[in-house]
Every structure is written in structure tokens, then in C-alpha cells.
């Protein structure tokens, strides 16, 4: 073991003996904490330049977002991201992690660790119809746009909620942990799309355990503090590529399931920065 694997190791191991329960509830409530308006702008813009975020691309002036968590799930001006002429787009800002084939009924996490898609989504038969499909694993930062959307065209049918460990979702922790993405919470929304179902999964993170959707009416929040796996159908929402899904307080990670009928995804390799809206699939939409 190399010094670089092994300091990864140590770093692991001291964060598993960590209170990462008290650390996430510590953050949650610093980022709802309302800020006075007149220091909003200065700390807001530190931050930005500290992370280098893109505070221009906002939907409204900095001093209009009260806290930490509203700066984060700021949406995004007009027209600042274009959606690409495709039947498949990015769902989200970030850095692509892993992307490929579903093959056997595992997703690759890192090189050399895999995870179940069935442990993922929870549910078997959304699982059954997804083998065969294929993934995208996108890391957002906290210089990143942090709106989820839906990546195709298709109809919202519901959401399962799994509550979950909180572990840090860098690549250090994706080579060292087992089963990441399929142990920590996460939200998995399903979707019905012309090639069958399909699903797009917001993972939590150490000290991102607010997540909400913003596609369930009236900006639904799905709170992790019940410790209950939730299932929620509701009446059938027509979504088209792009439409808003739920949005992250921090940075996370998003994984987005296609059915093997699905448009083949382009070319996606391990540290590509890409953008909400771009294509990643060849063809128009219909």
C-alpha cells in the first residue's frame, strides 16, 4: 500500500469513529440560520471565490437569499443553462464519477468496487426493469448549481425515501468505503419514460441531509430525522427534459438509471465536468 492509499485509509477509519450524526445537524442548522442582509453579499461572495462558484448565474442578487441553505439551492438565471436538443441531458452540475453499463445487476462506484442496483433503489421490480440499462454517477461540490433535474422526458409516478449512513462522497471515500452510495440516505425518484421506467437518485452526504423535491407540490421536503423508509405514490406529473426535480444543501452526488431501451449515452469518462442541460445522448427529442 502506496502513502497516498494509506493515508486515505487512516482518514476513513478516524471518520467512521466520528459523531457524523451531530456534525450533519450542526451544519443542517448553521445553513438555515437567517444571515442579516447587509452581510450576506460580502460572506456569500468570500464564498464563492473560496470554492469558485459562479454567484453571476443566480436568479436574484446575492443579499436576497437569507441563508446559507437558500444561497445553495439558488435557482439559475434565464437561458444560463441552454437544454440540449437530446433525449437524454445531464440532470445536474457536477463532476461525473462513473458511468457505463448496468451489467449484471452492478454499478461501478470505483475502480475495482461495484454496488447493488437493487441495494440502491430498494425496490425490486424498479430494479428488475433497469438491468440491462444503464448509469451516470455525477458528484456535485459546493461550487456547484445545486437543482436536480429530470434528465429525459417521461411521467413522475413517486418517490422512495431510504434513510441511511451520512459518509462523505469524494472520490477517497468512494475507494474506500464498500457499497457508498448504496448505504448512505438517499431519495429515489421514479419516472416512467417511453423506454420503461427509469430513475434519477439525490444520495445525501455527510452534512447534506436536507434534501427536498420540488416536483411533489408546494417544494415537499423529505426530511432523513423520522428514520423510516418512506414510499410515496401520487397522481401521474408529466415532466419534460430538464423540469426541476428537488434540489441538495451542500454538495452530493446524483445517479441517474436508464432502462436498457434507452438512447445510448455518449462517451462519459471519470472527471468530466458537466453542466445541467447538456446532451448526453445522440438524436433530438421526440
Not at 436574484?60 to 443553462?81: K, N, T
Not at 429515489?188 to 439525490?202: D, F, H, S
Amino acid at each position: 500500500m502506496n502513502f497516498t492509499a494509506l493515508a486515505e485509509r487512516l482518514m476513513v477509519d478516524s471518520f467512521r469513529r466520528a459523531p457524523t450524526g451531530l456534525y450533519s445537524a450542526v451544519v443542517g442548522a448553521c445553513a438555515r440560520t437567517p444571515l442579516p442582509r447587509v452581510l450576506r453579499a460580502p460572506i456569500y461572495g468570500a464564498f464563492a471565490r473560496a470554492v469558485d462558484a459562479r454567484p453571476e448565474e443566480a436568479a436574484e442578487p446575492l443579499s436576497a437569499y437569507p441563508s446559507f441553505g437558500e444561497f445553495f439551492a439558488r435557482r439559475l438565471r434565464e437561458g444560463v443553462r441552454p437544454l440540449g436538443d437530446a433525449p437524454v441531458i445531464a440532470p445536474c452540475d457536477g463532476v461525473v464519477a462513473a458511468a457505463g453499463p448496468i451489467v449484471d445487476g452492478l454499478l461501478l462506484q470505483a475502480k475495482g468496487k461495484t454496488y447493488s442496483l437493487a441495494e440502491l433503489v430498494t425496490v425490486p421490480s424498479l430494479a428488475a426493469a433497469l438491468a440491462g440499462g444503464a448509469f451516470a454517477t455525477v458528484y456535485l461540490s459546493p461550487r456547484d448549481y445545486h437543482r436536480v433535474h429530470t434528465p429525459v422526458d417521461g411521467t413522475l409516478v413517486g418517490y422512495h425515501y431510504v434513510p441511511g449512513a451520512r459518509w462523505p462522497v469524494s472520490g477517497r471515500f468512494m475507494r474506500n468505503v464498500d457499497r457508498l452510495l448504496a448505504i448512505n440516505e438517499r431519495v429515489v425518484i421514479e419516472l416512467e419514460t417511453a423506454w420503461g421506467p427509469a430513475a434519477v437518485v439525490m444520495v445525501a452526504a455527510s452534512g447534506v441531509g436536507n434534501m427536498w423535491l420540488t416536483d411533489l407540490g408546494n417544494d415537499t421536503r423529505v426530511w432523513h430525522d423520522s428514520g423510516e423508509p418512506r414510499h410515496v405514490s401520487r397522481p401521474p406529473v408529466e415532466l419534460a427534459a430538464g423540469d426541476e426535480l428537488g434540489s441538495f444543501l451542500l454538495g452530493s452526488t446524483v445517479v441517474m438509471l436508464l432502462p436498457g431501451g434507452a438512447p445510448p449515452l455518449r462517451a462519459l469518462a471519470d472527471g468530466d465536468v458537466v453542466r445541467v442541460g447538456e446532451a448526453w445522448a445522440r438524436g433530438g427529442r421526440a
